[in-house]
């Protein structure tokens, strides 16, 4: 049975409109409602540097490699994949960088409300964040069930913006973070300290190995 | 796990060895309030204080013995029972109640410097929140326990006695049936002592069969003996009829005996060791006392032995006896034994002999000629020399044979007369002897008794010196001894009466012999008769007679195996009886000394060590939960770890502080 993806395309006239909307509507996204550890609030010193050193790094390997979108995944919830999709996005475009920040997590989709934004008002549309040269787009539930859809959609994303950041769901309780690793350039994997199942740790850098994924590394969170 | 690793974790999981370290000092703070006499209300921080007093105790060698009910019970078992607790507390009129007080009191068998098995040293403490309380329950406890156990292991002869009396009245009572059933049915199938019976009918069937198969009965003699042999088998019997009707009185005569002197011979030790010397001087002086009368005591029986050319007096008088039993059996059975005169078999076999011999020297004799001839060496006609004469030696041996032979029917009468005449010279220098030994034996007896009384005392003498623990003094032991030697003696005397007026010295030995003499007689009686009803008709009622008695032995080794099992028990009980009177005679009364008076002793130090004890357990309990915590954690600490984890290449690391 075919499955109508929810998701539509943004198109350049219904952003402004959604941007204009939302700013109409009393300000939502005021700056006071990002969280302190987004890189623009009163996040420590070394953090931030954190992110603009994983910047760089990013920056130079899309050099390198033509690398325009990346997957950020995790094997467990509360990994830090959101947060670091948020903050690498801002650290991108801090050096003038146009980012799309895709929520596709769509279980629990949270990145939105990161940059003050409501899951719903990114779900039609890329919309712009409060932070400069950073727009969210929120996938619907059961829009990644159709790869050909979500590659056309990350297609158009990439040509929108410089980088497309996608945050998908934890590995241990969907598999949405596989679908989507074939279809972007590269993989950001996320580790926290926490106690671990190395068994399903190896199983998920095997599983992503054998769908040619392409991991550049992994993001220790000590939190 | 490597240490630095483990260390890490120790500081990242410090609360839980906080945690079981308070909880090892709660533990130990738990431990003072139990052990207090479990009183939970009164609160404490330490053990409580400790009245300890040191006892030593006789224990009464009759309690190890197991003379009575009282035999397991010993000093340590009653200052730790209820009922001592009870009269304590009834004693002090305590408001605690006696479970606690049997809980606060404890005992234990101290070490010294000379382990004695029969005066232990005891140290009891007691263990009380209140130390004058500690210090009175500790000597209420003392002075019960010494009330209870000098009341238990006083021995009650009269009961002991009258216990064993009526346990042996029953043993004896059912001896006398079993050999009662024994006797009557030896006496209804003419079977006394049957095994000997049987050995004596197969020894005559024997005879006769051999008799039958050489048909070689001297009908002469034999008929001329008959009725001498008759005669003296009747006399034979006669006598041992008499003997065994002895066996009863002498049996309990000599047992008496053997008990008073075994008794008196123990209670020398007992003697010695109860009236031992706490003074090392005046044990000395006892010591050197014992050895010179041991010395004198030696020297007499020495004197004696050697004026008298004997050395070991009761086995010179058993080898005597058994000699002069020996040639008077001799003489007796030579006297109507039969003539034995050589067959004409045997003349005939030794002419055949020396005929041979001489065949032999004639072919020898031909040979060394033959050999002796030139051109043969000189060595091969000297050896052939030699064999001839060798032949001729072999004709000598065999005539001489034969001459032995052909002259025994002439001498025999006369060589037996004079070996008859030989014996009985023989049983009379050996019945004189026999009587000069036996003449000595009350003497030496005495001496020699004298000679083991004065060892025993030395050697008591010498341990005591080992041993100064104190015992309490005895009952005039001198006294004690001197009637058991006055009972032994007494004794002594009703056997040798009881001997000299029935003429018996070792009536069990003399039955023996008695009873091998008529069964030779009864041989001799059966072969003479043999010539008058023919040996097959002599051979058959022996045979008939030897089945019967082989059919009776079953039943006769029931009843004896009856009469045995009874005999042994009674021996067992003869055995307790002795031990009954040597102990009652010797034994001391229980006796308890207080060495060191209660007094309380501080226990800080004590509660210092179960403190830190506690505390040293719950940390080192902590530190292994948190050593089997970090043992299964699997949660990465590191960049390293985490690499090593997915096996990628770490490109940030999110600090902990943001």
Same mark, same amino acid.
């Given at each position: 049975m075919a499955v109508e993806p929810k998701v539509v395309l943004p198109r350049p006239e219904s952003l402004s409109l959604l941007t204009a909307d939302r700013q109409a509507a009393g300000g939502e996204r005021s700056s006071s409602a990002v969280p302190d550890r987004l890189l623009r609030g009163r996040a420590s010193a070394a953090y931030a540097e954190t992110f603009r050193v994983l910047a760089l790094q990013v920056l130079g390997s899309a050099q390198d490699r033509d690398l325009r979108s990346l997957l950020v995944m995790g094997a467990y919830p509360g990994d830090g994949r959101t947060t670091t999709v948020a903050n690498l996005a801002i650290a991108l475009a801090a050096s003038g960088k146009r980012v799309v920040a895709v929520d596709a997590d769509s279980a629990c989709p949270t990145l939105a409300s990161l940059f003050g934004l409501a899951p719903r008002d990114a779900e039609h549309g890329p919309v712009d964040a409060d932070v400069r040269g950073v727009q969210v787009l929120t996938l619907a539930p059961g829009s990644n069930g159709d790869g050909t859809r979500t590659n056309e959609l990350l297609g158009r994303l990439r040509e929108q913006a410089d980088f497309v950041l996608v945050d998908s769901p934890p590995c241990s309780r969907a598999s949405d973070g596989f679908g989507l690793a074939p279809l972007v350039d590269a993989v950001l994997y996320v580790v926290r300290r926490r106690q671990q199942d190395v068994q399903l740790q190896r199983s998920v850098q095997s599983q992503l190995s054998r769908l040619g994924a392409n991991v550049l590394g992994v993001i220790y969170n000590e939190r | 796990m490597e240490l630095d690793r483990y260390l890490q974790a120790v500081a990242q999981r410090w609360y839980v060895v906080g945690a079981l370290a308070a909880v090892g000092l709660l533990g130990a703070w738990g431990y003072f309030q139990w052990s207090g006499g479990g009183s939970w209300g009164d609160f404490r921080w330490g053990a409580a204080p400790t009245a300890r007093t040191s006892v030593a105790v006789l224990e009464p060698a009759v309690t190890k013995a197991g003379s009575g009910p009282q035999a397991l019970v010993n000093f340590a078992s009653i200052v730790e029972s209820h009922a001592l607790a009870d009269r304590v507390v009834q004693k002090l009129g305590l408001d605690i109640p006696a479970g606690q007080v049997m809980r606060e009191v404890s005992v234990k068998l101290s070490r010294t410097l000379v382990p004695s098995l029969t005066t232990p040293l005891y140290t009891i403490s007691v263990d009380d929140p209140d130390g004058d309380r500690a210090v009175r329950i500790a000597n209420a406890v003392v002075d019960?326990?010494?009330?209870?156990?000098?009341?238990?292991?006083?021995?009650?002869?009269?009961?002991?006695?009258?216990?064993?009396? !009526?346990?042996? #009245?029953?043993?004896?009572?059912?001896?006398?049936?079993?050999?009662a059933a024994l006797t009557a049915f030896e006496e209804k199938n003419g079977a006394q002592r049957l095994p000997q019976r049987i050995d004596a009918q197969f020894t005559t069937v024997n005879a006769l069969r051999q008799a039958v198969r050489m048909g070689k009965v001297d009908e002469a003699t034999a008929a001329a003996n008959q009725a001498a042999l008759e005669k003296r088998e009747a006399e034979a019997r006669a006598e041992l009829d008499r003997l065994r009707s002895l066996q009863p009185v002498y049996d309990r005569l000599t047992f008496e005996a053997n008990l008073q002197s075994t008794a008196a011979l123990r209670l020398v030790g007992a003697d010695s060791s109860q009236s031992g010397q706490t003074d090392p001087a005046a044990l000395q002086a006892q010591l050197a006392d014992a050895r010179t009368k041991l010395q004198q005591a030696r020297d007499a029986l020495e004197g004696f032995e050697q004026q008298n050319h004997i050395s070991d007096l009761p086995s010179e008088i058993s080898a005597q006896r058994n000699a002069v039993a020996e040639l008077r059996r001799l003489s007796q059975a030579s006297a109507v034994a039969p003539v034995e005169t050589p067959t004409a078999e045997q003349v005939t076999m030794a002419r055949l002999g020396v005929d041979q011999a001489k065949n032999a020297s004639y072919a020898a004799n031909a040979e060394r000629d033959g050999l002796c001839a030139p051109p043969n060496p000189k060595y091969v006609c000297d050896a052939a020399n030699a064999r001839a004469l060798s032949q001729v030696t072999g004709i000598q041996q065999a005539q001489t044979q034969l001459k032995?032979?052909?002259?025994?029917? !002439?001498?025999?009468?006369?060589?037996?007369?004079?070996? /008859?005449?030989?014996?009985?010279?023989?049983?009379?220098?050996?019945?004189?002897?026999?009587?000069? %030994?036996?003449?000595?034996?009350?003497?030496?007896?005495?001496?020699?008794?004298?000679? +083991?009384?004065?060892?025993?005392?030395? #050697?008591?003498?010498?341990?005591?010196?080992?041993?100064?623990?104190?015992?309490?003094?005895?009952? #005039?032991?001198?006294?004690? =001894? @001197?009637?058991?030697?006055?009972?032994?003696?007494?004794?002594?005397?009703?056997?040798?009466?009881?001997?000299?007026?029935?003429?018996?010295?070792?009536? *069990? #030995?003399?039955?023996?012999?008695?009873?091998?003499?008529?069964?030779?007689?009864?041989?001799?009686?059966?072969?003479?008769?043999?010539?008058?009803?023919?040996?097959?008709?002599?051979?058959?009622?022996?045979? @008939?007679?030897?089945?019967? /008695?082989?059919?009776? &032995?079953?039943?006769?080794?029931?009843?004896?195996?009856?009469?045995?099992?009874?005999?042994?028990?009674?021996?067992?009980?003869?055995?307790?009886?002795?031990?009954?009177?040597?102990?009652?005679?010797?034994?001391?009364?229980?006796?308890?000394? &207080?060495?060191?008076?209660?007094? =309380?002793?501080?226990?800080?130090?004590? +509660?210092?060590?179960?403190?830190?004890?506690?505390?040293? &357990?719950?940390?080192?309990?902590? /530190?292994?939960?948190?050593?089997?915590?970090?043992?299964?954690?699997?949660? *990465?600490?590191?960049?390293?770890?985490?690499?090593?984890?997915?096996? %990628?290449?770490?490109?940030?690391?999110?600090?902990?502080?943001?």
């Open positions: - | 019960e326990a010494r009330a209870v156990f000098v009341d238990l292991n006083t021995l009650q002869p009269g009961e002991v006695d009258a216990a064993l009396r !009526a346990e042996e #009245s029953a043993l004896r009572s059912q001896l006398a049936q079993a050999t032995a032979i052909e002259d025994a029917g !002439a001498n025999v009468a006369r060589t037996r007369e004079k070996a /008859l005449a030989g014996l009985q010279e023989q049983l009379k220098q050996g019945e004189a002897e026999l009587d000069r %030994l036996r003449g000595l034996q009350p003497e030496y007896d005495r001496l020699a008794f004298e000679v +083991t009384t004065a060892g025993g005392i030395y #050697s008591q003498l010498q341990a005591r010196a080992n041993d100064l623990v104190g015992r309490g003094q005895g009952a #005039s032991p001198e006294a004690q =001894l @001197a009637a058991a030697r006055a009972r032994w003696e007494q004794a002594r005397q009703q056997l040798d009466t009881f001997q000299r007026e029935t003429g018996v010295a070792d009536l *069990p #030995s003399q039955i023996a012999s008695q009873a091998a003499l008529v069964n030779d007689i009864h041989r001799q009686v059966v072969l003479a008769k043999t010539p008058s009803v023919g040996l097959d008709a002599a051979l058959q009622p022996e045979e @008939a007679e030897l089945q019967r /008695l082989l059919g009776l &032995v079953p039943e006769y080794e029931r009843l004896n195996a009856e009469v045995t099992q009874l005999s042994g028990q009674l021996n067992v009980l003869e055995g307790r009886k002795l031990d009954f009177i040597v102990n009652a005679a010797a034994a001391p009364a229980a006796q308890i000394k &207080v060495l060191d008076p209660a007094q =309380l002793q501080s226990n800080a130090l004590w +509660t210092v060590v179960t403190y830190v004890v506690g505390l040293v &357990v719950g940390v080192f309990a902590g /530190l292994v939960v948190v050593y089997l915590m970090a043992y299964f954690d699997r949660t *990465p600490r590191s960049a390293d770890d985490v690499e090593n984890l997915v096996n %990628l290449p770490v490109l940030a690391r999110l600090p902990r502080s943001a």
